[in-house]
T-cell receptor, first 115, second 111 residues
Framework: DADVTQTPRNRITKTGKRIMLECSQT?????MYWYRQDPGLGLRLIYY???????NKGEISDGYSVSRQAQAKFSLSLESAIPNQTALYFC??????????????FGPGTRLTVL | QKEVEQNSGPLSVPEGAIASLNCTYS??????FFWYRQYSGKSPELIMS????GDKEDGRFTAQLNKASQYVSLLIRDSQPSDSATYLC???????????FGKGNQVVVIP
C-alpha cells in the first residue's frame, strides 16, 4: 500500500461548488503539506501543518482552507471553486523527529478541473 | 531574485551520455538541498538529498553542492530513456523548515 494516499485522484466540478481533497499517510510523519502545480509555475505551497494543532498559510492560501483531523489526515477544501483553481494538487509529508532532515514525500496527486 | 532558479530549457541528451542540471538559490542560510524527478502527470519522487559541500553519489546520480556560490547541480551518468522526466530542485528555507522549489528542468534522453 502507498504511504501517502490522496482522494479523489481526479475530480471535475463546476464553478461555485465546495470541494474537499483528502490526504492520508501511514508513514507516521508529523508534518503535512498541500501544494498545487500549474504548468510553468512549478510547485506552490498552499497550507502546511507541523502537528494537529498547528496550521499555517503558504504562498497561495486565498480561496482554500484546511483541516488536520489527525496526525495522519490532512484535508484541503475549496469553499467555492473557480476555474483558475484548476490544477494538479499534491499532498506531502515530512518527519521532524528522525530521518533525513526536511525531506518531503509526495502523494500521487489529485487532478482537479473546475468548469 | 527568485528563491530557487532553474534556468535551463529542455535538455536533450543521447542515450549513454551525461545529463547536467544546475540550480541556484538565494537564501545563503539554506541547509538542505534536494533533487526530485517527476514524470508527466505523476508526483515528484525524491532521488537525491545533499546537506554538505561537495559531491554525493548514488548509483548513476551525483549531486554537487557549493554553498559559497549558492548552487547545487545534478549529474545523470549513462542516461537512459527512463530518465526522461522533469527534475525539480528544492531548497529548505531557513527558519521555517519549508521547501522552496524551482520550476524544473525537462530532460529528454534520445535512444
Amino acid at each position: 500500500d502507498a504511504d501517502v494516499t490522496q482522494t479523489p485522484r481526479n475530480r471535475i466540478t463546476k464553478t461555485g461548488k465546495r470541494i474537499m481533497l483528502e490526504c492520508s499517510q501511514t508513514k507516521g510523519h508529523d508534518r503535512m503539506y498541500w501544494y498545487r502545480q500549474d504548468p510553468g509555475l512549478g510547485l506552490r505551497l498552499i497550507y502546511y501543518s507541523f502537528d494537529v494543532k498547528d496550521i499555517n498559510k503558504g504562498e497561495i492560501s486565498d480561496g482554500y482552507s484546511v483541516s488536520r483531523q489527525a496526525q495522519a489526515k490532512f484535508s484541503l477544501s475549496l469553499e467555492s471553486a473557480i476555474p483558475n483553481q484548476t490544477a494538479l494538487y499534491f499532498c506531502a509529508t515530512s518527519d521532524s523527529q528522525g530521518g533525513p532532515p526536511d525531506t518531503q514525500y509526495f502523494g500521487p496527486g489529485t487532478r482537479l478541473t473546475v468548469l | 531574485q527568485k528563491e530557487v532558479e532553474q534556468n535551463s530549457g529542455p535538455l536533450s541528451v543521447p542515450e549513454g551520455a551525461i545529463a547536467s542540471l544546475n540550480c541556484t538559490y538565494s537564501d545563503r542560510g539554506s541547509q538542505s538541498f534536494f533533487w526530485y524527478r517527476q514524470y508527466s502527470g505523476k508526483s515528484p519522487e525524491l532521488i537525491m538529498s545533499i546537506y554538505s559541500n561537495g559531491d554525493k553519489e548514488d548509483g548513476r546520480f551525483t549531486a554537487q553542492l557549493n554553498k559559497a556560490s549558492q548552487y547545487v547541480s545534478l549529474l545523470i551518468r549513462d542516461s537512459q530513456p527512463s530518465d526522461s522526466a522533469t527534475y525539480l530542485c528544492a531548497v529548505n528555507k531557513r527558519g521555517n523548515n519549508r521547501l522552496a522549489f524551482g520550476k524544473g528542468n525537462q530532460v529528454v534522453v534520445i535512444p
